[in-house]
């Protein structure tokens, strides 16, 4: 579904990206794994055309994206959530996810989507009259996911959606994640909690300074001495498991 | 015929290449950062891995060799601490320090599959009982087979080498279905069997794995007729992963290449320049999924040619003909690589001088045997006969110890080993067939 090809993308004169190719078929949860400023927003800011590529081809649905703005790649049916849940907190969650179906044009169909979107998300439905502002993060993480929902994407690029939430909280997020894919739902998803991205993706990318210096079936990784010392902590288990 | 991993063996050509990409590129980023014999040949032709954007660069990375491999003895070649490695091989190789070959824990869960693949291909399955007449030690070749059968789930029966009268009493009362083992040792258990009256057709035995010689259509004819089963050939060495690289399916069409995992350039052997497709030359091997001990390039010394055309059984995996030669000098006896070069400094650790030599290499009743001829000079003439055969139990000791292979020793008269112009034939090789160069 998506293929990227040896993508390089600069910030000014910065080298950031330096040759990524990685492929994410339908109905795959990639996740995209490492350390800080390894280049894993870059690349899905590369792939959402917020950034141009300086050379490489990326393609999605056998179609080069490469240069697009971003506009048109969304209408394509990439769909970007970047990090730090950027919800509309004056507005309404209903408001907010009606803002997502702007492509879908049409009155009907958005209440349908969202009707939809209610048993994926319970608390979304629990709270529509609520002002986003005054939900918590975790929720407010979800009604960013669902907002990208809306306009009924084939392909969803996920930016560290456990940032900064309590590990209960991340650990809800990480679930819904998980059932979307089960629903079919095709992602991408950038994790800086190698250990819960890992335990929910099919496969994964490890990137290191603009690179990718390792690729796997995610239980594979998993088990990686490497991959644990550098990424999952030696010994070290999350608050939930 | 069931395909192990129809995910991987059978992807659409576009896929495979991105994949093949992706590894790669993947690959030479460790590979940089990790080896320094990496880091300085590429640096040498001003090439960092992010040059690499397309497979068709790989072309123009530099070549390795086994002399380069046994320059790294032991671990230099290393791309991961040692604590990672949880398995140490050596190749057969008789350079003077051989090939030692490291993998990890995920490395050996691959390799298991990769040889699953073709045990597969070959129509092994859990149901089978399957006999690996390799020698278990150093060689990659019986553990190999032993990984991708447990993980089909037969029985592995890890009989070893040797003891063929044990091995034939096995084979019988084991049931044994699948034969695991070089094709001359085949024709050994074949004879065997028919000295001992054993007719084939009462066995269970229904097919046969051979590899880690040079064989062609005519030895398998053979190995068909007195074994009375379907032998399948299949390609792998050391220095790559071991057993496991490529395997014949059952259109017998040449041997898919497990492409995924590596990958597979045709070479001219004197220029070092990429064949154009379906040309025949030497084989050269690129592993993209090796954590342990990446080889990036590797000159496999075999002469082959690559088909990428869809074969019939659904595998997408390009194929290998059958080896039908080395390049180099090496010849391959039981198993046992030798480069004839290298026999003389091993005389001459007994002899004082290098002695004037000629290997002469035989097969009797289906058995490869080594034979030295080395020239007595003044140095060495002895009146005494005990001391002569002192002197030929010295070299044939020396040379056991040293290749793994007793070999006869005839010492002859000074002159008399003919060397035409300088290029005299180093190696007798009486062995019929075209893949014994």
Known sequence: MLRLKSVHTYYSNIHVLKGISLHVRPGELVALIGANGAGKTTTLRTISGLLKPGKGKTEFLGADIAGLAPNKIVRKGVCHVPEGRQVFAKMTVRANLEMGGYLLKDAKRIKKRIQELASLFPILDERKDQLAGTLSGGEQQMLAIGRALMGQPRLLLLDEPSLGLAPIMAHTVFKSIARLRDEGMTILLVEQNARAALNISDRAYVMETGKIIMQGASEELLNHNQIKRAYLGKGYREVWE | ?437
């Open chain 2, 1 to 437: 015929m069931t395909i192990w991993e129809r995910s991987h063996e059978c992807m659409a050509r576009e896929e495979l290449e991105q994949l093949q990409l992706e590894r790669l590129q993947a690959t030479l980023n460790r590979a940089y950062r990790n080896v320094h014999f990496y880091k300085k040949s590429f640096d040498a032709i001003g090439f960092v891995p992010e040059d690499l954007d397309d497979l068709a660069v790989l072309s123009r990375l530099p070549l390795i060799t086994r002399e380069d491999l046994s320059r790294a003895y032991p671990y230099e070649m290393f791309a991961v601490p040692l604590r990672e490695v949880v398995r140490i091989h050596s190749s057969s190789g008789t350079s003077k320090n051989p090939s030692i070959v490291g993998y990890t824990a995920n490395d050996l869960k691959h390799w298991g599959g990769l040889v699953a693949r073709l045990l597969t291909a070959a129509g092994v399955t859990r149901e089978d009982v399957v006999q690996i007449a390799f020698n278990y030690g150093l060689f990659t070749g019986a553990f190999g087979f032993h990984y991708g059968a447990e993980q089909i789930g037969a029985s592995v029966v890890p009989t070893s080498v040797g003891n063929t009268g044990r091995q034939v009493t096995i084979l019988r009362d084991f049931r044994t279905t699948a034969l695991v083992c070089t094709p001359s040792y085949a024709l050994r258990i074949a004879r065997v069997l028919e000295e001992a009256d054993i007719d084939p057709k009462t066995l269970s035995l229904k097919l046969g794995l051979f590899g880690g010689e040079c064989w062609d259509e005519e030895i398998r004819k053979a190995i068909e007729e007195r074994l009375y089963i379907k032998a399948h050939d299949n390609y792998g060495l050391s220095e790559v992963i071991g057993p496991g690289v490529a395997g014949e399916c059952s259109q017998k069409t040449g041997m898919h290449v497990s492409e995924d995992h590596f990958v597979a350039e045709i070479i001219d052997p004197d220029s070092g320049e990429n064949l154009p497709k379906g040309r025949s030359g030497e084989l050269v091997l690129t592993s993209i999924t090796k954590e342990a001990f990446p080889v990036i390039r590797f000159r496999t010394g075999d002469v082959t040619s690559l088909d990428d055309a869809p074969c019939p059984c659904g595998r997408t995996l390009a194929r290998i003909s059958r080896i039908s030669g080395r390049c180099d000098d090496i010849v391959i006896v039981k198993g046992v690589n030798i480069y004839p070069r290298r026999v003389g400094p091993i005389l001459k650790a007994v002899t004082g001088i290098e002695p004037t030599y000629q290997l002469v290499i035989d097969r009797e009743k289906d058995m490869d045997s080594l034979g030295i001829r080395v020239e007595v000079s003044e140095a060495m003439f002895f009146d005494k006969m005990q001391r002569q055969r002192a002197l030929v139990d010295g070299l044939r000791k020396k040379v056991r110890d040293t290749l793994g292979l007793t070999p006869q020793i005839w010492l002859v008269e000074a002159g008399s080993i003919r060397r035409e112009e300088e290029t005299a034939p180093m190696v007798v090789d009486t062995r019929k067939g075209p893949s014994h160069r």
